[in-house]
């Protein structure tokens, strides 16, 4: 399950699992970034670390920590929004 | 957010675990919990409110809106094996119905107990008819099933 972290005065952020450590392949991604295809039903969801704020702490959330049970991931525009 | 934290027993009953994403920092989520979410909701969020600042996730899960800078309503249902079963994505002043996503798990979780042997037709909920698909339903789902199923 989640760690928790302390938070520092950089702004915590995450991302997705297995990447990052490859600077030419972001390029190569940014240039077909139109193309991206929209992630498909009955494949795996891609992996990501976030940080999160849970329970009145700060913690890490990976989402493969969660393989075993079910997860409803809802993305939304921002806090504090109206809907 | 508070619709589905008001409705988190609901999600933990059936083995959910619920993670919200917004390109908020988690400064902000803890601020928003505390000066508004916690009054809409006892006890205010019961999961973890994730920031994807820069919108990483968010772009590999294709619902990052680039000119404005935040996700849009992206809801993705996933199964214990890690499988996106499915997916709902709105623009932002669309809320959810959080009650259609519960739904939707109930009947996932129905076909993958039954290993893919029953399906959930049209507006099934728990307790409706499901459908046994094999050689003998072909053509015949007219005689077991009736469109008014769905809208009742």
Not at chain 1, 51 to 73: C, I
Request: glycine share 12%; aromatic share 10%.
């Amino acid at each position: 399950m989640p760690d928790e972290f302390k938070p520092g005065c950089a702004r915590p952020t995450g991302g997705p699992v297995g990447s990052g450590s490859v600077p030419e392949k972001v390029i190569e991604q940014k240039s077909q970034k139109e193309e991206r295809p929209m992630i498909k039903v009955g494949k795996k969801a891609p992996d990501f670390t976030a940080p999160a704020f849970h329970n009145g702490k700060f913690v890490n959330v990976k989402l493969s920590d969660y393989l075993g049970k079910w997860v409803v991931l809802c993305f939304y525009p921002g806090d504090f929004t109206f809907v | 957010m508070s619709a589905v934290a008001a409705k988190y027993p609901e999600f933990q009953k059936l083995g959910v675990e619920v993670l919200s994403m917004s390109v908020d920092s988690v400064f902000v989520h803890k601020m928003w919990n505390e000066k508004e979410l916690s009054k809409m909701v006892d006890g205010g969020i019961p999961y973890a409110m994730c920031s994807d600042g820069g919108g990483k996730v968010g772009t590999i899960y294709g619902i990052y809106d680039e000119d404005a800078g935040v996700e849009t309503r992206g809801r993705f249902i996933i199964d214990p094996d890690g499988v996106v079963q499915g997916y709902e994505v709105l623009t932002p002043p669309v809320g959810r119905n959080v009650s259609e996503t519960i739904r939707q798990i109930q009947a996932f979780q129905l076909v993958r107990e039954s290993k893919g042997g029953e399906a959930t037709p049209s507006g099934w909920k728990p307790g409706k008819m499901t459908l046994k698909p094999g050689p003998d339903l072909v053509g015949k789902v007219w005689e077991v099933w009736k469109t008014d199923n769905a809208f009742e």
